[in-house]
């Protein structure tokens, strides 16, 4: 590694993966740092894999708009290198009466976003469509799907080196310095610490985003950068239960929960499994609660009457990173070059919960016409 960069991206989960294959070029020197091991070991690879189609986020927020341009660049990606998905579809499943206006909300909501193909089901259709599934009625979208997220994550740091990306792991960012209009990026890695420069810093750093930005001297509080841990926990579905659902299924999502409520994923072996649920934590570790289980049992029986008890079992748990603390409203991912804090070339990227793996590759357009701006100045 030579000590100047023109660009430095923090974290190699999924979301500085995509960054790295999208700003790379010739003429840059990029670096990808990574505290761990390697890539993608922790959200990226703890979370239901699904290629959301962008239902659920308010109009003309960045969720919704790189949700949905994320969904067909993702599916284009995955076509042209042979990553690993289905594009199965899923339904919302109402189990009362009094949910179906929640569904016809919905509805309303994922046209107004641009969704393709979202269709109300009769409890008829319902039944014909996916027989083990008990409603009374239900909102299918058909752009839904699920995806290798290793692969697609492998495919995005091949691309990132082939364009002269330089990938460090083990190497973690450990003060951030403003320098003669650039910036002093310390890290530690085996060897000890050293410190090099950079023009532009991309923060991509997941859960860790807001230290990040506080390293560079952002009040994280004062500027509602703060992150605030909300756990997701999955169980396996067994005993050959897994096979008798086609699609994804959710239900109707409750008001202030901090996910989509806890629904059915299929993996891309068809494994069924449960989840996530969510709840805030003060640290993050990611043992799953086995004592859960009666509650994950009891919030889709209604849904799949077929499921027993004893076919759960606790699998894996991942952690949201999210800016509205317990209670609050919805909030939108931040994407921003920091010019306005005195920072220029400094891009934050800080509450990227879900749908990040899905907007993973929109957010990298975004973010390179950021830097493009940032090289320009
Ligand atoms: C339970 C759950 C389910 C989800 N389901 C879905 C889904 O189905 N579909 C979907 O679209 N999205 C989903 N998401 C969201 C999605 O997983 C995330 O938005 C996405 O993985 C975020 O990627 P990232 O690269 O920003 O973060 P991360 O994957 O967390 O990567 C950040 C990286 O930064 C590194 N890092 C941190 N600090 C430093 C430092 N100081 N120096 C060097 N490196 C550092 C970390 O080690 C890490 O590797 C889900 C999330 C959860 C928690």
Same mark, same amino acid.
């Given at each position: 590694m030579s000590y100047q960069a023109d660009i430095t991206i923090i974290g190699a989960g999924v979301v500085g993966l995509a960054i790295a294959s999208r700003v790379a070029s010739e003429d840059r020197e990029v670096y990808l740092l990574e505290k761990n091991e390697t890539f993608g070991q922790e959200t990226s690879s703890r979370n239901s894999e699904v290629i959301h189609a962008g239902i659920y986020y308010p109009e003309g927020s960045l969720k919704a708009k790189t949700c949905l341009e994320g969904n067909i660049l993702l599916y284009e990606l995955c076509q042209k290198y042979g990553i690993g998905h289905r594009k199965l579809g899923k339904i919302i499943v109402a189990? #009362?009466?009094? +949910?179906v206006d929640e569904l016809e909300i919905l509805l309303k909501r994922g046209e107004s976003n641009g969704v393709d193909g979202l269709k109300m089901l009769s409890q008829q259709e319902l039944g014909k469509l996916e027989p083990s599934v008990k409603g009374v009625a239900a909102l299918l979208s058909p752009s839904t799907g699920i995806i290798n997220s290793q692969a697609l994550m492998r495919y995005f740091l091949g691309s990132a080196i082939d364009n002269g990306v330089q990938v460090a792991y083990r190497t973690k960012v450990v003060g951030i310095d403003k320098a003669s209009g650039e910036y002093k990026v310390r890290v530690e890695d085996s060897g000890g610490s050293f410190s090099f420069m950079s023009t532009v810093i991309i923060n991509c750093a997941g859960l860790y985003s807001d230290e990040v930005a506080e390293m560079i001297g952002v009040n994280v509080a004062k500027v509602g950068y703060k992150l605030h841990y909300c756990k997701g926990e999955y169980f396996s579905v067994g005993?050959?239960?897994?096979?008798?659902?086609n699609r994804l299924v959710y239900p109707v999502p409750k008001t202030? +929960?901090?996910? #989509? &409520? !806890?629904h059915v994923t299929l993996d891309l072996d068809r494994r069924m499994r449960l989840g996530p649920n969510s709840h805030y934590v003060e640290k993050i570790d990611y043992l799953v609660d086995n004592s859960q289980k009666r509650a994950f049992y009891e919030s889709v029986v209604k849904i799949l009457?077929? !499921?027993?008890?004893?076919d759960l079992e606790a699998e894996m748990a991942g952690i949201r990173p999210k800016l509205?603390? +317990? &209670?609050e409203d919805f909030k939108d991912f931040v994407i921003n070059h920091e010019c306005d804090k005195g920072l220029p070339g400094f891009i934050n990227l800080i509450g !990227? +919960?879900?749908?990040g793996l899905t907007s993973a590759p929109a957010i990298a357009k975004y973010v390179s016409n950021l830097v493009n701006e940032a090289l320009k100045n």
């Open positions: 189990t #009362h009466d009094t +949910e005993n050959g239960k897994d096979k008798l659902v202030g +929960e901090g996910g #989509h &409520g !806890i009457p077929f !499921i027993e008890y004893d509205q603390a +317990e &209670g !990227i +919960e879900s749908p």
